[in-house]
């Protein structure tokens, strides 16, 4: 029976993807992507990592060819936003851009915050973070955790209490040499940082993860552009997107790539 349903499954996943092949899409689908870890990663033309898998992957089931280019990931929402990146990968949901892009869920993510230091009682809330006038956090430019995340940073912000970097490389130095107490962000992109630097890498055994009262599980995806995409690709691409994230590729290829026990309970599947 067990065969039999796995069968079963199988060729409705042929006949899924066989569908998608028929309705390919228009044209090249641009995805500028920056470093995360082991999520992304370049080796210089070459591209790996969970995400760029997954398209290589959805590329061969769906038709549609994904272009995927390098970009500092400060520039990636400014180039979303002027409808010059047709997906926006991986990404959490907000407000802000919802208005440029429709949100697709693969995968549901949790924030924490992130120390290498004992000495200090991590604060337990973003609020207690700001109430505290020389808590100094690091952040990477353009990350966002919802909400309450955004508010906190610009908070700390105008009282120059953040330090700002490109990469979650230069949050893990900023860590290491003192200039920050902490950084919030999922433990998956950090982690996967120091793995992949070995000048980094000690650090891993060093690092500790705290929740925060505000941020619980939240959901991580790719946005869909309303500026450069048309209404028939965007539709084949949120479908080709759910039917991935209805499987369990995403966590599947989570659990691949990075080291056993080393997500920290910052990632899961969606329900």
């Not at 999520?39 to 994904?66: I, K, N, Q």
């Not at 330090?163 to 433990?187: F, I, N, P």
């Not at 000690?202 to 959901?219: C, H, N, T, Y």
């Amino acid at each position: 029976m067990k065969a039999m349903a796995r069968a079963g499954l199988w060729m409705a996943w042929m006949w899924a993807a066989a569908a998608c092949a028929e309705a390919s899409c228009t044209r090249p689908v641009a995805v500028p992507m920056a470093p995360v870890g082991l999520s992304v990663s370049f080796e210089d033309d070459r591209t790996s990592g969970v995400y760029p898998t997954l398209l290589r992957e959805m590329s061969t089931a769906s038709g549609c060819e994904f272009q995927v280019q390098r970009v500092p990931r400060a520039r990636l929402q400014k180039m979303f936003e002027a409808g010059q990146a047709d997906l926006l990968l991986p990404a959490s949901a907000s407000p802000a851009r919802d208005v440029d892009g429709e949100f697709v869920p693969l995968i549901q993510v949790r924030a924490s915050l992130m120390t290498l230091s004992r000495e200090r009682a991590s604060p337990r809330s973003l609020a207690e973070m700001v109430a505290q006038p020389d808590y100094r956090l690091a952040v990477v430019r353009g990350f966002s955790f919802g909400a309450a995340y955004d508010n906190a940073i610009a908070v700390m912000r105008a009282q120059k209490r953040i330090v700002e970097e490109s990469d979650a490389t230069g949050v893990a130095r900023a860590l290491r040499q003192g200039l920050a107490h902490g950084t919030v962000m999922t433990a998956s992109i950090l982690i996967g940082t120091l793995v992949q630097d070995p000048d980094l890498a000690p650090l891993v055994k060093q690092m500790r993860s705290d929740a925060l009262e505000e941020l619980g599980w939240s959901e991580s995806g790719v946005y869909l552009s309303r500026h450069s995409l048309g209404d028939a690709d965007r539709r084949r691409l949120r479908l080709a997107f759910q039917q991935q994230a209805k499987a369990g590729r995403v966590w599947q290829l989570f659990n691949d790539t990075y080291p056993p026990g080393s997500l920290g309970g910052s990632i899961r599947p969606l329900p």
